[in-house]
DNA sequence: CTGTTTACTGCAAACGTTTGCGATTTAGCT
DNA sequence: AGCTAAATCGCAAACGTTTGCAGTAAACAG
């Protein structure tokens, strides 16, 4: 492995001149850089990344952190949407990925012991025990999504429109004539399930009309128990006549319940789905999606990150990325006949 | 940052026996050892993982590279799959992943400026540029899936049973009576298309049987291409009875235009769909699947690569994980009737 | 009590960089 | 030519570890 000081010896300069010509700095006549470039390219030189850390105090590592997870919700496309946003601004600013998955100790100590620069916190829990570190610690930190207004400590956050979606489309559906409207959500631990579930009622309140507890039902955002709840929701005496998705995990386990109760979509039952995957697109009849755009998030999310590295605080310490409710052809008025 | 220094001072003992009882090494009274991790943990002390990898020339830094690819085909649960599998097994043996999406440089400056220790490759191309410089530079390397037999380099791969898996799934159709099977492939540089190509090839010569080219179409991988594709297909004058479709990226597109067409599976066309995304057993019928464990791969991926770093060397060059073709319903005897 | 092994301890070098500072050269002006 | 300012250059320290080696103390055997 080729060193400065093995160019600096073949060049016949000292290795401080290298090191300046080597990284375009001031101070090193210009037949000297040509001859120190020509060198280090011969001899195949990459500075190592280690011993530049060490005097700089910097890796140019991002650390991309996926809490616990279950290998069903990994599975789900947000995911791979993410880390494609997050690495395409990363590589342009010069950084790398340092992905965590399901790591058991705390996210900390990543930055602690100088593995990564700062660190961003992928469908963050609200309940996740190691956050309040991260903010005690001020390690630069994006959390993906936010934490709910007024939560007690702030970190930066990059969200879609999680709450206006799901009112949106609530709204939406009241206007339809809904009114039984069935709502398959994660776990009350993530972010995603308490704000959208707060738009979902807001939505109601804000007409004057009430919305049923029983309708509302928790997954543990597999599809297999998104199957099992709209079972459970299709067997009641008064079924929902609208049923709203909270991500790419459950729907196809709700359409399928659907499906194989030979029920027609949207005669029967309206549907809505929120994600980014495109799947969607493929059931029959389309679906009329919250499309969640999750890559402009990712690129966000590191965009915020490198900021609150570099300028050690950002102008923008909540961003939102704007979304929209495609309406296809799974929803539509009710009663239908 | 506390530092190996600051605990010395405060334990009242030179800095070399601090290291020594924090990694715990013999050579220290059981007393200081125990005073020390006291003060380290006190001090919340993290070792510098760029000191500790200057002086160690290693890091625990697993790269994982995925070479350019399209926006729609990251959309593949292959990759979260993949991803999860190396994680787990990086995790338990001391390491760390660096994720590296569509990098324009050389995959081996990433080892040469010793930000990793190894590189596994992912969805290798047959025509990777930067592969044979890996092999040359002698970087732990491992690349998924493998090259063909004979390939003018040998690299340490791990694979499912690709071949296999297509051969026994067309003797499996050709022995239901079809003999029109099309084939909706990749690229012909993903080695995925030309091992699964040649055992399609090989399962009808071996049946004396002759395959028809204009069966087999080349996709980019999207669905939009296999929906595209498939329409072709179905406008044929002599359409295929049969069709496998090579990934999960590509199997909802072709179900897409199946079904657009009111066509019946199986009793009109029989689909056998290749893939990890359990999303199969969504569709109606459910789907005949050669189900690839990439989970498993990419553990497997992991383990020999941490091999080939600590030994120098691994037991086993080219690891293959068995899999199985899983008969479901979108399958039948032709003709049907 | 002496000699020998063993366990512990600290010094200092090494890993490959960057960078402040002083020394030296070069260039620019009169 | 003589003076000043600017550009170039190299020395050496620093970053936070690990580790070989030599030295010291303790333990043990004879």
């Known amino acids: 492995m080729a060193t400065i000081k093995q160019i600096a010896k073949k060049a016949g300069v000292s290795y401080s001149s290298v090191s300046r010509a080597l990284n375009n700095q001031t101070g090193v006549r210009p037949e000297i850089r040509k001859k120190v470039l020509e060198i280090a390219q011969e001899l195949n030189y990459h500075p190592h990344s280690s011993a530049k850390a060490l005097v700089q105090n910097r890796i140019g590592v991002l650390g991309v952190v996926i809490p616990r997870t279950s290998e069903f919700a990994f599975q789900n496309p947000y ?24 790591q058991q100790q705390s996210h900390a100590s990543l930055y602690h012991s100088h593995l990564v620069d700062g660190i961003v916190v992928l469908a963050n829990r609200i309940d996740d025990p190691y956050i309040p570190e991260l903010v005690r610690d001020n390690v630069p930190t994006v959390v993906v999504p936010g934490y709910p207004d007024g939560w007690e400590f702030d970190v930066p956050s990059v969200n879609s429109e999680n709450y206006q979606d799901v009112y949106r489309a609530i709204t939406y559906l009241l206007n339809l004539g809904h009114r039984d409207i069935a709502f398959i959500l ?48 299709l067997n009641l005496p008064d079924p929902p006549s609208a049923v709203i998705s909270i991500n790419d995990a459950t729907t196809p386990g709700v359409l399928h319940q659907i499906n194989s109760r030979g029920l027609r979509i949207p005669e029967d039952i309206s549907v809505v789905a929120i994600g980014c995957s495109d799947l969607v697109d493929l059931t029959d009849p389309p679906l009329t999606t919250i499309k969640v755009p999750v890559t402009q998030v990712g690129r966000a999310a590191a965009r915020v990150l490198i900021e609150l590295i570099e300028k050690g605080d950002c102008r923008e310490r909540h961003v939102v990325i704007p979304s929209a409710l495609v309406v296809r052809e799974s929803t539509g008025v009710w009663p239908s006949s």
């Open 79 to 102: 995911y791979s949407h993410m880390l494609l946003g997050l690495s395409s601004v990363a590589n342009d600013m010069g950084y790398h990925l340092m992905l965590v998955i399901n």
């Open 186 to 233: 994660g776990g009350m631990n993530s972010n995603y399930s308490l704000v959208r579930l707060d738009a979902y009622k807001a939505a109601f309140r804000d007409k004057g009309l009430e919305y049923k507890d029983k309708y509302i039902k928790e997954s543990d955002f597999s599809k297999t128990d998104a199957f099992r709840l709209m079972g459970y929701l």
